[in-house]
C-alpha cells in the first residue's frame, strides 16, 4: 500500500490564512484593524520589528508602574517597547534609558551599566547621553570604594601595589562577580568616550590612570594622564595628571637598555608644568616631588648614555666609549654616573697613550694583544711605546723598517712633524 506523500510546511501560505481569517472575523470593517489585528498576531512569528500601534500607551503604563515603585515589572515593559525596532527612536531611546534606571533602583548595577552602555552605541546623540554617562560614573564611583580601602590596608606597602584576589560575593547584585577592577575602568573610559566635555570626564579619566598607575601598569597610566592633560586643560585634576604622567613615563621605559624616548618626554613634561603650572611649584610639597622626577630622569639618561660606553669598551672601540663617557661627564654632572665617566674615561685615555688600549671581550683580540705583548717588536719614541708592525703605512715616505725618512718626520703621540 503507498504512503501518502507528505506535504511540506509552507510559512507564508499559514500566513495567507491567518489574515483571512481575521479578516472574517467580527469587527474587522477596516484597513486599519485589520492591519492592528495582523501585526498583534504575527509579532512572535515576525521578531522585535513590528510596528506596535499600542507603543505610547504601553510606555505610559510602564512609567505607572516605574513611579510606583514596582521596577521588575516596569523593566520588562520598557525592554519590549526598547527591542522593538519599528518603534520610533525617541520612544526606543526612553525605552532604554528607563530599563536601565529600572536596574539601577533595583540595585543590578553591572546589568544596568551594561544597559546604559547599550543606549549609548545605539543613541550615541541622544537626549539621554549625559544622564547616563552620569549614572554610569556614580555607579563605578561606588565599586571604587574596595580599591580605596585597599589602599588604606595596605598603606605601609612601598612600590607597585599588585592586585590581590577577594573572595566574591555571588549574592551581591551590586558588584560584578569577576573582575570588578576591570568592570569599574572598562565603564570610566565608556564614561570620557561618549561625553568628553561632560562633569564627570576628567574624574572619569583620572581614575582610569591612577589605578593603573598603583597597579605598575605605567604605559597605560601615562596614556590617560597625559589624555586628561591635553583634552581637559581647566580641570582641577590637571596638576596632579601632568605629575603622575611625569612618573608614568619615566616608569614606562623599563630600564635604561631600553627606548629612552619616553624619559625625553617626560622631561618636557617637566618644562612645561614648570612654565605653565604654578599649582606644582608653588606647592613646596608638589616642587619636591617635581625635582626628585626630574632628577631621576636624568640619571636614568645617564645610565643609557654611561651604557653605551661601556659597550663600546667591552666591544674593543676604546674611541668610541672615550667619546660616550665625556659625553656622560659634561652632559650629567652631578650624578654619580658623571664620576666613573671621568674615571673610566681617564684610564682609557691613558691606555691609548701606552699604545696597548684595552681589545674587549673579543677572544681573537685578546690573543692578538697577547701575541703583540710577547712577541711584538717595540720601539720606544718619547713618552710613547709604538709597535714596529702598527707603524708600517702605505706610505711611501716611510722606511720599510719603519724609520723616518730624511726631509719627512710624523705626529705620533702628541709629537709635531719635524719642520
Same mark, same amino acid.
Given at each position: 500500500?503507498?504512503?501518502?506523500?507528505?506535504?511540506?510546511?509552507?510559512?507564508?501560505?499559514?500566513?495567507?490564512?491567518?489574515?483571512?481569517?481575521?479578516?472574517?472575523?467580527?469587527?474587522?470593517? *477596516?484597513?486599519?484593524? &485589520?492591519?492592528?489585528?495582523?501585526? /498583534?498576531?504575527? %509579532?512572535?512569528?515576525?521578531?522585535?520589528? +513590528? !510596528?506596535?500601534?499600542?507603543?505610547?500607551?504601553?510606555?505610559?503604563?510602564?512609567?505607572?508602574?516605574?513611579?510606583?515603585?514596582?521596577?521588575?515589572?516596569?523593566?520588562?515593559?520598557?525592554?519590549?517597547?526598547?527591542?522593538?525596532?519599528?518603534?520610533?527612536?525617541?520612544?526606543?531611546?526612553?525605552?532604554?534609558?528607563?530599563?536601565?534606571?529600572?536596574?539601577?533602583?533595583?540595585?543590578?548595577?553591572?546589568?544596568?551599566?551594561?544597559?546604559?552602555?547599550?543606549?549609548?552605541?545605539?543613541?550615541?546623540?541622544?537626549?539621554?547621553?549625559?544622564?547616563?554617562?552620569?549614572?554610569?560614573?556614580?555607579?563605578?564611583?561606588?565599586?571604587?570604594?574596595?580599591?580605596?580601602?585597599?589602599?588604606?590596608?595596605?598603606?605601609?606597602?612601598?612600590?607597585?601595589?599588585?592586585?590581590?584576589?577577594?573572595?566574591?560575593?555571588?549574592?551581591?547584585? *551590586?558588584?560584578?562577580? &569577576?573582575?570588578?577592577?576591570?568592570? /569599574?575602568?572598562? %565603564?570610566?573610559?565608556?564614561?570620557?568616550? +561618549? !561625553?568628553?566635555?561632560?562633569?564627570?570626564?576628567?574624574?572619569?579619566?583620572?581614575?582610569?590612570?591612577?589605578?593603573?598607575?598603583?597597579?605598575?601598569?605605567?604605559?597605560?597610566?601615562?596614556?590617560?594622564?597625559?589624555?586628561?592633560?591635553?583634552?581637559?586643560?581647566?580641570?582641577?585634576?590637571?596638576?596632579?595628571?601632568?605629575?603622575?604622567?611625569?612618573?608614568?613615563?619615566?616608569?614606562?621605559?623599563?630600564?635604561?637598555?631600553?627606548?629612552?624616548?619616553?624619559?625625553?618626554?617626560?622631561?618636557?613634561?617637566?618644562?612645561?608644568?614648570?612654565?605653565?603650572?604654578?599649582?606644582?611649584?608653588?606647592?613646596?610639597?608638589?616642587?619636591?616631588?617635581?625635582?626628585?622626577?626630574?632628577?631621576?630622569?636624568?640619571?636614568?639618561?645617564?645610565?643609557?648614555?654611561?651604557?653605551?660606553?661601556?659597550?663600546?669598551?667591552?666591544?674593543?672601540?676604546?674611541?668610541?666609549?672615550?667619546?660616550?663617557?665625556?659625553?656622560?661627564?659634561?652632559?650629567?654632572?652631578?650624578?654619580?654616573?658623571? !664620576?666613573?665617566?671621568?674615571?673610566?674615561?681617564?684610564?682609557?685615555?691613558?691606555?691609548?697613550?701606552?699604545?696597548?688600549?684595552?681589545?674587549?671581550?673579543?677572544?681573537?683580540?685578546?690573543?692578538?694583544?697577547?701575541?703583540?705583548?710577547?712577541?711584538?717588536?717595540?720601539?720606544?719614541?718619547?713618552?710613547?711605546?709604538?709597535?714596529?708592525?702598527?707603524?708600517?703605512?702605505?706610505?711611501?715616505?716611510?722606511?720599510?723598517?719603519?724609520?723616518?725618512?730624511?726631509?719627512?718626520?710624523?705626529?705620533?703621540?702628541?709629537?709635531?712633524?719635524?719642520?
Amino acid at each position: 500500500m503507498a504512503k501518502p506523500e507528505q506535504r511540506k510546511f509552507r510559512p507564508g501560505r499559514a500566513l495567507a490564512l491567518v489574515g483571512v481569517a481575521l479578516l472574517l472575523a467580527p469587527g474587522c470593517h *477596516t484597513a486599519r484593524s &485589520f492591519k492592528e489585528r495582523i501585526t /498583534t498576531s504575527t %509579532a512572535r512569528l515576525l521578531g522585535s520589528n +513590528h !510596528d506596535d500601534p499600542q507603543a505610547e500607551a504601553k510606555l505610559e503604563a510602564a512609567e505607572r508602574l516605574f513611579m510606583a515603585g514596582d521596577y521588575e515589572k516596569a523593566q520588562d515593559q520598557f525592554r519590549a517597547l526598547a527591542d522593538n525596532q519599528g518603534n520610533s527612536a525617541i520612544l526606543a531611546e526612553h525605552a532604554r534609558f528607563m530599563q536601565a534606571e529600572c536596574r539601577y533602583f533595583r540595585g543590578h548595577y553591572p546589568e544596568a551599566v551594561d544597559t546604559y552602555h547599550k543606549l549609548l552605541l545605539d543613541f550615541p546623540t541622544g537626549a539621554h547621553r549625559r544622564d547616563a554617562c552620569a549614572r554610569m560614573f556614580d555607579i563605578c564611583d561606588y565599586w571604587l570604594n574596595d580599591f580605596r580601602n585597599e589602599l588604606d590596608k595596605r598603606a605601609d606597602e612601598k612600590g607597585v601595589m599588585r592586585w590581590r584576589p577577594t573572595w566574591p560575593n555571588p549574592w551581591d547584585r *551590586t558588584k560584578p562577580v &569577576f573582575d570588578q577592577e576591570g568592570r /569599574t575602568l572598562e %565603564a570610566l573610559q565608556r564614561v570620557h568616550t +561618549h !561625553d568628553v566635555t561632560g562633569p564627570s570626564a576628567d574624574k572619569a579619566i583620572f581614575w582610569c590612570g591612577y589605578v593603573n598607575f598603583i597597579r605598575g601598569n605605567f604605559n597605560e597610566a601615562d596614556h590617560f594622564f597625559s589624555q586628561l592633560v591635553e583634552l581637559h586643560k581647566d580641570s582641577p585634576l590637571q596638576p596632579q595628571a601632568m605629575a603622575f604622567a611625569i612618573q608614568a613615563k619615566n616608569n614606562a621605559t623599563g630600564g635604561a637598555t631600553y627606548d629612552g624616548r619616553k624619559c625625553a618626554e617626560a622631561l618636557q613634561l617637566v618644562y612645561i608644568a614648570e612654565a605653565s603650572v604654578p599649582e606644582l611649584t608653588q606647592n613646596p610639597a608638589m616642587a619636591e616631588k617635581l625635582t626628585r622626577a626630574k632628577f631621576a630622569i636624568r640619571s636614568q639618561q645617564a645610565e643609557k648614555d654611561f651604557r653605551m660606553a661601556e659597550y663600546y669598551e667591552r666591544t674593543g672601540h676604546p674611541g668610541s666609549a672615550v667619546f660616550y663617557y665625556e659625553l656622560v661627564r659634561r652632559r650629567y654632572g652631578g650624578t654619580r654616573y658623571s !664620576d666613573l665617566a671621568t674615571d673610566r674615561k681617564d684610564r682609557l685615555v691613558q691606555l691609548m697613550r701606552e699604545g696597548r688600549p684595552e681589545p674587549g671581550y673579543d677572544p681573537f683580540a685578546i690573543v692578538q694583544a697577547k701575541w703583540k705583548e710577547l712577541f711584538g717588536k717595540k720601539t720606544e719614541m718619547g713618552p710613547t711605546v709604538i709597535e714596529e708592525k702598527d707603524r708600517v703605512r702605505d706610505d711611501p715616505k716611510l722606511t720599510p723598517t719603519g724609520g723616518l725618512s730624511p726631509d719627512q718626520g710624523i705626529g705620533v703621540g702628541g709629537i709635531s712633524p719635524r719642520p
